[in-house]
């Protein structure tokens, strides 16, 4: 079965740009996560959707980041206008739909540069 | 949030046992510990997970006291392969991950 794909891998843009990055989770996996870790920084939250619906978007770090799960299948998280400071590693993962304290299943991330 | 605290890096050789420890002083009644392993270029994969004495998989042992405040992770006999960050995290009831810094584990020949 395959695993949670994250596309692009790398994304090279320029600040005031627009990027959107997509994650497919696996099949069947209710719950979908957006974490990045960021230069020099720990791997943090953005937000987490049960289906299509925003369960927790408590680390989004301001309104230029959107993400989406239209259908309860993939989701895109995407940032506009791009600064400098939001280059690093964006992770997906995704997890069935369970009670809680259940393991995530991450993607390889989309490495950001904004120069 | 309070963050769990762990070494930044460890060196080992193959064949050794590894523990590596981690604090987590102020951990809530409802989180779990929980322990994955990142390779280079690749998302964080999860290795095991427990509230509170001892579990044990096919790949480590997780200690965690009946304090809570810390836990030990133990990979018995590491290899070269076992080279990776690991990293110490809290998981709540709504199975938010909180990332600490993570521990660069280096297994020499």
């Known amino acids: 079965e395959a695993g949670v794909t994250q596309f692009p891998s790398h994304s090279v843009i320029e600040k005031g740009q627009t990027v959107t990055l997509r994650c497919d989770p696996i099949?069947?996996?209710?719950?979908l996560y957006w974490y990045r870790r960021v230069m020099g920084k720990e791997i943090k939250f953005l937000l987490h959707?049960?289906?299509?619906?925003?369960?927790?978007e408590s680390g989004m770090p301001n309104n230029r980041f959107l993400a989406e799960r239209t259908g309860g299948t993939y989701s895109t998280l995407k940032v506009q206008p791009a600064e400098l400071e939001d280059s690093g590693v964006y992770f997906c993962?995704?997890?069935?739909?369970?009670?809680?304290?259940?393991?995530?299943?991450f993607g390889p991330g989309t490495r950001l540069t904004v120069l | 949030l309070a963050k769990t605290t762990q070494p930044i890096s460890m060196d080992s050789y193959e064949g050794q046992e590894v523990n590596i420890t981690c604090s987590h002083n102020?951990?809530?009644?409802?989180?779990?510990i929980t322990w994955y392993q990142q390779f280079p270029s690749q998302g964080p994969r999860f290795i095991i997970q427990?509230?509170?004495t001892k579990v044990t998989n096919e790949v480590a042992s997780l200690f965690i006291p009946a304090d809570r405040k810390s836990s030990t992770l133990s990979l018995p006999r590491v290899s070269l392969s076992d080279t990776a960050v690991y990293y110490c995290?809290?998981?709540?009831?709504?199975?938010?991950?909180?990332f600490g810094g993570g521990t660069r584990l280096m297994v020499k020949p």
């Open positions: 102020n951990i809530a009644t409802n989180d779990y």
């Open positions: 427990g509230y509170k």
């Open positions: 993962a995704s997890s069935p739909r369970t009670s809680g304290y259940t393991e995530q299943f």
């Open positions: 959707f049960v289906k299509e619906s925003k369960q927790d």
């Open positions: 099949s069947g996996h209710d719950n």
């Open positions: 995290l809290r998981i709540n009831a709504g199975n938010m991950l909180t």
